[in-house]
Nanobody, 124 residues
Framework: QVQLVASGGGSGQSGGSLRLSCAVS????????MGWFRQAPGKEREGVAA???????WPADFGKGGFTISQDNAKNNSYLQMNSLKPEDTAMYYC??????????????????WGQGTQVTVSS
């Protein structure tokens, strides 16, 4: 069994920054994919970015718009650094995982394990 706990959400001003963390525990395989998703009220859950056990990010050109994804393999944590926040970034943010295997998509249905979500609210 794998458990994920997301944290780091909060309220901020437009142009500000937040760093989300996802702590993972349980049985972790050699190859895995960790993803971040968000869901705004009235909208479908959408993928933000993912990173696999080799450190490869998905999509490959992720990093535009001030968001970066990283991980700490030793602590089994992943991070979503969000800079230059905009009001449209307001959503519940979720971390998710799938294993074994590497990142090949950001479809929520492709991920097996989900954290509880952490709210991000950005005001103008």
């Amino acid at each position: 069994q794998v458990q994920l706990v997301a944290s780091g959400g909060g309220s901020g001003q437009s142009g500000g920054s937040l760093r989300l963390s996802c702590a993972v525990s349980g049985y972790i395989r050699r190859s895995y994919c960790m993803g971040w998703f968000r869901q705004a009220p009235g909208k479908e859950r959408e993928g933000v970015a993912a990173i696999d056990s080799d450190g490869t990010t998905w999509p490959a050109d992720f990093g535009k718009g001030g968001f970066t994804i990283s991980q700490d393999n030793a602590k089994n944590n992943s991070y979503l650094q969000m800079n230059s926040l905009k009001p449209e970034d307001t959503a519940m943010y979720y971390c998710a995982g799938r294993q074994p295997g590497y990142c090949t998509s950001l479809y929520p249905a492709d991920f097996d394990y989900w954290g509880q979500g952490t709210q991000v609210t950005v005001s103008s």
